[in-house]
């Protein structure tokens, strides 16, 4: 269990306060704010505190782990053959292209794997960061007079 997790189970029934309390005018600058994401402070709060970094970097790895069998498959078509002739030729222009596939389809598997670690330490920063403005908020006055009443 991370910070995160921490503040924000302490901090769920001010959050649904909040929710309930919402009241600013129709001018206001928080309506675009919160329009912009399409959820209130509890709901936004709850889709960070569900995003799980861990799962998306060990997705990642299991995409690198992948990588060897890639590079066993591109060596195996790109190893000469012992065809000669019209048959020998025709084999190594479709062994080159399944190689070049295969090259093609590795890269894309390393793209997804990078990826998915920018985005797991997107979300590892985005989970830290909220974590440190809850607990602010769950300090501060405003939380106090909401709870109280």
Do not use: N
């Amino acid at each position: 269990m991370d910070a995160l997790a921490l503040m924000a189970a302490a901090a769920d029934d001010l959050l649904a306060r909040v929710d309930r309390l919402l009241g600013a005018p129709d001018d206001h600058p928080l309506w675009t704010l919160l329009r912009g994401v399409r959820a209130l402070p509890g709901d936004a709060v709850a889709a960070i505190v569900a995003l799980r970094p861990a799962e998306l970097a060990g997705a990642a790895a299991g995409l690198r782990e992948l990588m060897p069998a890639y590079d066993g498959a591109r060596d195996a078509l790109d190893r000469p053959s012992a065809w000669e002739g019209a048959a020998g030729d025709a084999y190594a222009v479709h062994a080159r292209a399944l190689s070049d596939g295969v090259s093609s389809a590795a890269a894309h598997v390393l793209a997804t794997s990078s990826s998915a670690d920018a985005v797991a330490a997107w979300v590892a920063d985005a989970r830290s960061r909220l974590a440190t403005e809850l607990a602010a908020v769950l300090t501060s006055a405003e939380a106090v007079s909401i709870v109280l009443g």
